[in-house]
């Protein structure tokens, strides 16, 4: 079992440009969730995710934000017209409970 | 929504001895703690969960304690090592359903010194 799985492991992006961020999860796994982690902080929920339905995005920002998880490939976060606030480590997780796996994350870096 | 305060931020320990983390939530309705080990760079690992219906659990050097009534969680580390340096975070579920968000912690930086 490969774990949860994310690519790119870094990402560049000049303000204003798309960030696609993918994780696939564990084998087995229906149930995905994204987190932002800022320098020095904790993990805030982003979200929540099964095959082909957004259960939760109440911690996605209202713009610029797009979460998805098509019945065939990974799940996709994208952030359009990137700022430098977006800067971040984004994390993945599956689950098929509740104890999650979280994959090594996308560091993004604006600038 | 739930709100989880974590303290300290930073601690400081001699290697050998036991540190304590503390968390409180605020949500009731919450049945699911876990706690997450990071180190610089990587992922969160799930060192540790416990469930509301218990009120201890240990895994070798790690223990936590839940107060349902409280509404505080607790990790120990005892007889710590230079490798358990790093920021830990604790967790609550909102408890809906079998599988749902986090809401963590602001995170403990643990030290431990020679």
């Known amino acids: 079992n490969a774990g949860v799985m994310q690519n790119p492991r870094h990402l560049v992006r000049r303000r204003g440009q798309e960030a696609r961020l993918r994780c696939s999860p564990m084998?087995?796994?229906?149930?995905v969730y994204w987190y932002r982690q800022l320098p020095e902080e904790g993990l805030k929920f982003m979200v929540y995710l099964q095959k082909e339905n957004i259960i939760d995005e109440s911690g996605m920002p209202k713009e610029r934000f797009s979460a998805e998880f098509p019945k065939e490939g990974p799940s996709i976060l994208r952030i359009q017209q990137v700022v430098r606030g977006d800067s971040a480590a984004y994390f993945c997780?599956?689950?098929?409970?509740?104890?999650?796996?979280f994959g090594s994350g996308t560091r993004l870096t604006v600038v | 929504g739930e709100n989880v305060e974590q303290h300290p931020s930073t601690l400081s320990v001699q290697e050998g001895d036991s540190a304590v983390i503390k968390c409180t939530y605020s949500d009731s309705a919450s049945n699911y703690f876990p706690w997450y080990k990071q180190e610089l760079g990587k992922r969160p690992q799930l060192i540790i969960d416990?469930?509301?219906?218990?009120g201890e659990k240990k895994d070798q050097r790690i223990a936590v304690t839940l107060n349902k009534t409280a509404k505080h969680f607790s990790l120990h580390i005892t007889e710590t090592q230079p490798e358990d340096s790093a920021v830990y975070f604790c967790a609550a579920s909102d408890g809906t359903g079998t599988a749902s968000k986090l809401t963590f912690g602001t995170g403990t930086r643990l030290q431990v010194t020679l």
């Open positions: 416990i469930r509301s219906n218990v």
């Open positions: 084998k087995g796994h229906s149930h």
């Open positions: 997780a599956s689950s098929p409970s509740k104890g999650y796996t």
